[in-house]
């Protein structure tokens, strides 16, 4: 089946994360689901595999590995299934790290997908020195009044507080050294972050591993987030916030997080299809 074509995230006024989504990938090889999520070379390219009930196995791949999770690659294909049905929708994507829940319901923007993360954790950031290095940041750049930390749910992403809203949005990395870095402890993107207020966050996620400089949205990095913000005593009073991603590169994504109770983090935010000739 060939590739859909979808971004992930949008915004009113457009933008979105690009992903592949390829709807019945059953008995397509490891090589070929990578070939093909390198030829389209979105941060990641989602493969479902269909089961029974609404269930699917779901693999994603980046132009350069497989990936055990992706938030918008999963928030795209729910919303594929909806088009392909023409209706709301229940499903459970089940990925390497776990059972996903998604459910899709209609706005006025079209089709939204809801996630439900695996139940996150939080851990120290023992190679923060590394890391700021090779950022080329500085400790002073660094928000004083925010932990830093190992977040995850499903994959694990450093987060990092930038002070200002502008040291956030000068971002030029060693990239070599980034991917070596992120391999060598297992980051699955690096979270770097500036808290407008406790409800809106601006983030920006080097993936390096993943084969490109920055992904434009990052369900999986969000939903991480929820659970770090939780476990710090740092989200407002219902448990909501919203992380605006990928403003920088001119691809503005809006992205809803529920982290209200405890286990999985809900990420939230709408999808549709890319025209392509």
Not at 169 to 184: N, R
Not at 226 to 246: C, E, K, N, W, Y
Request: glycine fraction near 12%; proline fraction near 6%; hydrophobic fraction near 45%.
């Amino acid at each position: 089946m060939d590739p859909l074509h979808y971004r992930a995230f949008t915004t009113p006024s457009g933008g979105g994360n690009p992903a592949g989504v390829v709807l019945d990938a059953s008995g397509m090889t490891d090589a070929r689901m990578q070939e093909i999520a390198a030829d389209l070379g979105y941060s990641e390219t989602a493969f479902l595999d269909p089961g029974d009930g609404g269930h699917f196995r779901i693999r994603y791949f980046s132009p350069l590995a497989e990936v055990d999770f992706c938030g918008h690659a999963t928030v795209a294909s729910a919303v594929a299934l909806a088009d392909r049905d023409g209706a709301e929708g229940h499903y459970v994507f089940h990925a390497n790290v776990g059972p996903i829940p998604v459910e899709v319901h209609s706005t006025e923007r079209g089709y939204a997908a809801t996630l439900r993360s695996v139940v996150p954790s939080v851990a120290p950031l023992d190679a923060l020195a590394e890391l700021l290095r090779v950022l080329g940041w500085e400790r002073g750049d660094l928000a004083p009044d925010l932990p830093v930390g190992v977040a995850f749910a499903g994959l694990s992403h450093p987060v990092l507080w930038a002070a200002s809203r502008a040291r956030l949005a000068d971002l030029a990395y060693d990239f070599a050294a980034m991917k070596d870095l992120m391999i060598a402890q297992g980051w699955g993107t690096v979270s770097l972050l500036h808290r407008a207020s406790p409800d809106l966050i601006h983030a920006r996620n080097a993936f390096a591993v993943g084969g490109v400089v920055e992904d434009p949205a990052t369900g999986a990095a969000a939903a991480a987030l929820g659970g770090f913000l939780r476990a710090h005593g740092l989200l407002p009073a219902d448990g909501r916030f919203t992380v605006m991603q990928g403003e920088d590169m001119g691809q503005p994504c809006r992205i809803e997080v529920d982290a209200s109770g405890d286990g999985g983090v809900r990420v939230s935010g709408t999808a549709a299809p890319i025209p392509v000739a």
